[in-house]
């Protein structure tokens, strides 16, 4: 009958992860701290950078060789003659599109930026606008798509309203500690003024490789090849986008989970057992020894998550539907797998330890779930609520994009739509990084030895042990309930044997 604990319970045995939780916080051991910060480390996921390496200097020579040949002059370098057999319509040049890239670009940037000020004056209310708005943008763009006669965009945009009220629905009860979490972290953040200059030097970086790519994309834009092809073409490129600005964004979360957790660890910014120059310090490891591991985790982290928010919340809501049930269970256990593997909480060890990517994330997995901090991290949503915030972002500048390129280039929206929306996903996620990693350090500090948490607020630590504790119980009880409800049917089977 041990098998009827796993629709329940996604670790081993709630009751002995409770005791040994509860031993943890008491305890305050900190024998497992030990921050490599000054120390040498070795290179790894080696293999990884060198891929990502070669591919940026692929994509950026195909990039650079379609937006030049349409830049003051039609087929300039003569790529039309392969393409010849693709012609639909009318070829324009690469000046027409590339200042609505720039425009879009600036609205993104100037959106991560008010919405990361917003944060530190206002989180609460930002984090409520977040989750609610984007249900009611979903909603009225999938009307506008279907009033413009875009169907396929418009059921999409209508899908993804609903999977969001229907995921909002799921989680209302988690949004309070959510917030809470959110709060305290944006407070942490915001005492490091290091951390905006980090942010400031990666949005610039972000933004000379989208000078780039979007020169490339504006080239294929205005390509005389039919729109199966340009399409092919762009999603292969907003593929290449998508990495890269994933790799950025994991980038300043080892510096940033780096340093929030030296500071956790050590009492303050200002304590005198912090090592010198930390920032440079996590910076230097973070895009050398480290930078392997990011460009590998980067690739299938972001997707994994996201797919076990959705399959938690549907999850929830099932009810005694065994059917159903069982077939949601097995999605779940097999994402729950991959998750040990690739999650972000990695990042933290990477910058901490200098671990690969696998290694980090498997020990940060086994951290969660044998003190139960995994519990915690199952029923708390920041992560979903940031990226609420950064689809938002993304579909607000992809609106100011099509409003623009329907005015001179109307057959032209669709694709100028779709592919400023992830510039501005990758532009605002680089300003919302900041405090994504502050609240993994902080789940990483609490599981290592929560008294760093006690130390550094003592009623965000009370809080946060209540609903631990609370959760653990709300798992067990689910445990012994399933084990009572197979009990009856193999008892039944006895009798009626007899």
Not at 341 to 359: C, L, P, R
Not at 392 to 399: H, K, P
């Amino acid at each position: 009958m041990n098998h009827t604990q796993t629709p329940f319970s996604s670790s081993d045995d709630d009751a002995g992860t409770m005791t040994t939780a509860q031993q943890s916080a008491g305890s305050g051991n900190s024998t497992s701290l030990g921050p490599t910060v000054g120390g040498s480390r070795h290179w790894r996921d080696v293999f990884w950078l060198g891929i990502f390496l070669l591919h940026l200097v692929v994509v950026g020579l195909a990039l650079g060789v379609l937006g030049l040949n349409r830049f003051r002059k039609k087929d300039r370098l003569n790529i039309d003659q392969y393409t010849e057999r693709f012609l639909e319509n009318q070829a324009g040049l690469t000046e027409d599109y590339w200042p609505l890239y720039a425009i879009a670009g600036a609205i993104s940037t100037v959106i991560g930026w008010i919405w990361l000020l917003l944060l530190g004056s206002h989180s609460n209310q930002m984090m409520k606008v977040s989750v609610h708005l984007l249900t009611t943008y979903l909603a009225v763009l999938s009307v506008l798509c279907f009033w413009g006669k875009f169907f396929f965009w418009g059921v999409a945009f209508a899908i993804g309203s609903g999977l969001q009220f229907l995921y909002i629905i799921s989680v209302i009860d988690r949004l309070p500690f959510t917030m809470l979490v959110l709060q305290r972290s944006v407070k942490l953040v915001w005492k490091l003024p290091e951390v905006m200059k980090v942010v400031c030097a990666f949005m610039l970086v972000m933004l000379i490789w989208l000078a780039l790519w979007s020169f490339g994309a504006a080239g294929v834009v205005a390509s005389s090849m039919g729109d199966s092809g340009r399409w092919w073409l762009l999603v292969v490129f907003s593929v290449s986008l998508f990495w890269t600005g994933a790799v950025l964004c994991n980038t300043v979360h080892v510096i940033v989970s780096g340093m929030v957790f030296l500071v956790l660890i050590h009492g303050g910014r200002e304590a005198a057992t912090m090592p010198r120059n930390p920032l440079l310090q996590s910076l230097r490891y973070a895009i050398t020894t480290s930078f392997g591991s990011i460009c590998y985790g980067s690739l299938f982290t972001a997707a994994i998550r996201t797919l076990r928010w959705e399959i938690r919340g549907f999850r929830s809501k099932i009810g005694n539907n065994e059917c159903l049930l069982c077939c949601v269970d097995f999605l779940f256990h097999l994402v729950e797998t991959l998750v040990r593997f690739f999650n972000k909480y990695a990042y933290v060890q990477i910058a901490v330890y200098g671990k690969s990517f696998n290694h980090s994330a498997r020990d940060a997995w086994e951290l969660f779930q044998s003190t139960g901090v995994e519990a915690l991290i199952g029923y708390d949503c920041s992560g979903a609520v940031l990226l609420m915030g950064t689809l938002l972002g993304g579909l607000i500048t992809g609106t100011c994009a099509v409003i623009f390129t329907r005015i001179k280039h109307p057959d032209r929206e669709m694709m100028m739509g779709s592919t400023t929306i992830l510039m501005g996903m990758v532009l605002v996620g680089l300003a919302m990084v900041v405090v994504e990693s502050a609240v993994t350090s902080i789940y990483i500090c609490y599981a290592e030895d929560p008294l760093l948490i006690h130390r550094w607020d003592p009623e965000f630590f009370n809080q946060m042990s209540e609903t631990l504790h609370q959760r653990l119980q709300h798992r067990s009880s689910r445990v012994r309930e399933g084990l009572s409800q197979n009990r009856l049917p193999d008892h039944i089977q006895e009798t009626a044997t007899v």
